[in-house]
């Protein structure tokens, strides 16, 4: 395992097999710190290989039964030692709460997560990890034709693109801007994010602001529980309030996960949007 996780950190290289060329390398004991990287591993079908993930890391349900090392906000790096993995993967914005399983010699693969383009390559850069490259090709493969099925029916010009607000937060108002992944699945399904005036792909949002934007439709975290004060400002000044068209994901992971569960989520949207502008 240590030789391995050398090669992997560029730090020595593999003996050549016979042809010459340094054998790839596969890794066989995997650590995931994002719930969408666990996804991917599993997709691909490495999920035998995963010994560890994070705390929100409850799709497929196999991952629940597994041990966690991290959660959004601290990384566990003694309990990932003693887990002897391969490699740890991660996203990019994790990297200052892996320093130290880096510190302790485990390598640790970064990936993005911003656009729907990093969730191919995050699949791919997956099953290359693993040994499962011609997997990941075809679920890629898969993915985007069944998006294409998603867009393509819809209307080309539409005569109105709703926009909309998505509530992740009510006490500060939290949402996604339009560096966001999920502003590129908005606007995919036919709408328009209404916090695109905000550059950070997640940030606080001021209530006096959303009252100006008046959002056609809320899009809503399901942990938000916005009922308990949708009765109150900023939420009781809004048109979309008063109107309904206010909606709840049925389950947050498929709109806000850049994983391979994004259509479902996509599909979702566009039922939602179409609803609330009929």
């Known amino acids: 395992m240590f ?12 003996a050549p097999s016979a042809s010459g060329a340094a054998p790839p390398f596969v890794a066989h004991r995997v650590v995931s710190l994002i719930p969408s ?22 799709y497929p349900p196999q991952a ?73 090709d075809a679920i890629v493969a898969r993915l985007r034709a069944r998006t294409a099925a998603l867009t393509g029916a819809l209307p080309t010009r539409p005569a109105h693109r ?5 509530v992740l937060g009510t006490a500060p ?14 606007a995919l399904a036919g709408g328009r994010n209404a916090a695109s005036d905000v550059d950070a ?16 439709v809320l899009i809503v975290d399901p942990d938000v529980h916005l009922n308990d004060s949708i009765d109150r400002a900023p939420w009781n000044a809004l048109r979309a309030v008063r109107e ?19 259509n479902d989520g996509l599909a979702w949207l566009i039922e939602t949007l179409r609803k609330a502008t009929t």
């Open 162 to 166: 709703p926009s909309v607000f998505v």
């Open 244 to 262: 309904h068209r206010v909606y709840t994901l049925p389950d947050a992971a498929i709109l806000e996960r850049p994983g391979p569960r994004y």
């Open 173 to 186: 108002v939290f949402t996604v801007g339009k560096g966001s992944y999920i502003a590129s699945l908005i």
């Open 37 to 58: 990287l666990t996804e991917d591993l599993f997709a691909v079908g490495a999920g035998s290989r995963v010994v560890g993930v994070s705390a929100y890391s409850d």
């Open 64 to 136: 629940k039964r597994l041990p966690v090392v991290s959660s959004f906000a601290a990384v566990n790096a003694e309990r990932i030692v003693a887990l002897n993995p391969d490699v740890v993967v991660a996203i990019e914005s994790q990297q200052n709460l892996a320093r130290d399983v880096t510190r302790a010699g485990i390598p640790v693969r970064y990936f993005r997560d911003d656009s729907l383009d990093d969730v191919y390559a995050n699949l791919r850069g997956i099953g290359s990890l693993v040994g499962r490259a011609p997997q990941a």
């Open 3 to 14: 030789l391995r996780s050398l090669a992997l950190a560029g730090l020595v290289a593999l």
């Open 201 to 216: 792909p997640y940030s606080r949002y001021s209530a006096e602001a959303l009252v100006a934007r008046q959002p056609d």
